[in-house]
């Protein structure tokens, strides 16, 4: 509510559009300041601090695994291996299909070790320095055993395994097929064919992870840095076996995810369980190595594709095949990420046929999971990429090929041809308004005059169809206060995205 003078209503203010119009985003000052509030810069009396004991080798037999000198250095309260911590529950990972591979995934590693960061063991001591000092004392010996990090090796079936009770590294395979795909590919005058790869990424938000974790009235509490504050008191709950009522999540300023803070994936619940156990507070910061070798890592996926099209360029049908590297095991959610590629894949265009065969792979890698866009950006460079094949295949203008299959504003609400529904779009509207601004005619003539120069000048085109909104709703509710404010209250947990502006926007 905007004010003028003294308490008067400012009505000219009111009645300018908010939602929709450019407005400095409210949260900034603060942040850019430098008066944010992340995990670390809480500091409780008493705060003990969690280290962790990591795998240096990708895979191998734990031989040798002795605390003792740890235990009895000065300043350590407490040093545990997995056995210590039997009492907790294995994660909770959803599988996107009943005949899944699905090994159990504890906080610490028992019999073996799967990738390099994997921890095995969890120092606490009064300071962070102590604790990572009394991890140098711990007597851990290791024998190396067989290591597979490309994917295709780690599908044959005499590949190094991961898990040797399940017999192979193809955790499941999922085969999706959409409209007559046989018959587009009889029928087709032209067939593109291309193996794409979508490497790995880290996805290393500015701010690490970190957990802290007390006693309140003997209420469990955590302070996270986290994208998901229920989730993750769900998962932490779940794996003390508590009632969700006695676990307390607090979620301040996040620096950061990507996707990558999406879940609690061992050490925070780790951290809880201490807390618990000893009675004080406990707090664990990861360092910049453990991020890149330990946090969920985002992509790695083999696509082989092929495009059936007519000589004039209208696609007639897609089919892949995908590699899914889920790396040493699965993740919260890090399973159903490739399996969006068979629902996407068609992205714009009106493309009547779809195939998609996945096999989702083990690895000796950091596991995988969401990360800036989960599994649908993959999509996308998979189609865009085939369109630009075909074009040259053709040797037509790639903007020409995609306006030749963009579905029609006419036709939205449009279903896809594995059954999604694009509420409604003008593509070729925005395909024609973005070659106007970029002056492509313009780009084209500039890029033949280098080519006859002997330079190379590439000029890109993507398009893309989002998929947003996550599994679940969110609820909210408005309140009017005395003085005519509003106060909204969400469960979202914003990480950078401007949240409190944009609820702001939404509330006026």
């Known amino acids: 509510m905007a004010l003028s003078g003294a308490g008067c209503l400012d009505w000219n203010s009111l009645a300018r559009p908010v939602f929709g119009a450019p407005v ?3 949260e900034d000052p603060r942040l850019i300041r430098g008066k944010g509030r992340y995990v670390d810069d809480l500091q409780p009396p008493g705060c003990l601090h969690a280290a962790f004991l990591r795998s240096y080798l990708a895979h191998a037999i734990i031989a040798r695994l002795n605390l003792d000198p740890a235990r009895a250095a ?20 959803d599988a996107p299909t009943d005949e899944v591979n699905l090994p159990e995934v504890r906080v610490l590693a028992s019999d073996r070790v799967r990738h390099v960061g994997e921890a095995l063991a969890m120092v606490v001591a009064e300071s962070r320095e102590v604790a990572r000092d009394a ?36 955790a499941f395979r999922k085969e999706t097929k959409h409209g007559p795909i046989k018959k587009a590919f009889d029928r087709a005058a032209v067939i593109v064919r291309e193996r794409l790869v979508n490497q790995r990424l880290i996805p290393s938000a500015l701010e690490t992870r970190g957990a802290l974790a007390w006693l309140d009235g003997g209420r469990l509490t955590v302070a996270l840095s986290s994208q998901a504050a229920y989730s993750a008191r769900e998962s932490i709950a779940s794996s003390l076996g508590l009632d969700e009522d006695a676990v307390r999540v607090i979620v301040e300023d996040v620096g950061g995810g990507f996707g990558s803070k999406g879940a609690c994936v061992g050490e925070e619940i780790a951290v809880a369980a201490a807390a618990r156990r000893l009675g004080r507070p406990v707090k664990w910061i ?40 889920l790396g040493a095991h699965p993740a919260p959610y890090g399973m159903f990420v490739p399996t969006t590629v068979a629902e996407l894949q068609t992205g714009c265009y009106r493309i009547p046929a779809s195939q998609n065969t996945l096999f989702a792979v083990y690895t000796n890698a950091t596991p995988t999971g969401p990360y800036r866009g989960a599994g649908r950006p993959e999509a996308g460079f998979l189609i865009e990429r085939m369109m630009d094949r075909l074009a040259d295949e053709l040797e037509l203008d790639p903007a020409e090929v995609r306006r030749r299959n963009f579905v029609a504003k006419s036709e939205f609400p449009y279903s896809n041809a594995a059954g999604t529904t694009y509420d409604s779009g003008d593509y070729q509207a925005s395909l024609d308004r973005l070659l106007e601004l970029a002056d492509y005619s313009q780009l084209r003539q500039a890029q033949a005059r280098a080519r006859r120069d002997g330079r190379l ?17 969110d609820k909210a509710s408005a309140r009017l206060e005395i003085d005519g404010t509003v106060t909204l209250i969400t469960g979202s947990t914003p990480h950078g995205q401007g949240h409190q502006t944009t609820w702001a926007q939404l509330a006026a």
């Open 24 to 26: 400095r985003r409210v």
């Open 74 to 93: 000065a300043g350590v309260v407490a040093v545990w291996s997995a056995a210590d911590l039997e009492d907790i529950k294995p994660l909770e990972i």
């Open 135 to 170: 991890l140098e004392l711990i007597e851990l010996e290791l024998d190396p055993l067989p290591a597979v990090t490309d994917l295709e090796r780690a599908a044959q079936k005499d590949a190094p395994l991961l898990y040797p009770e399940f017999g192979t590294n193809v």
């Open 286 to 325: 990861e360092d910049r190595s453990e991020n890149c070798a330990v946090t969920r890592h985002g992509r790695g996926q083999l696509q082989e594709v092929e495009l059936a099209a007519r000589r004039d360029g209208v696609v007639l049908g897609v089919r892949s095949r995908v590699l899914g590297d």
């Open 457 to 473: 000048q590439g000029i890109g085109i993507a398009t893309y169809v989002e998929e947003a909104g996550g599994f679940g709703e």
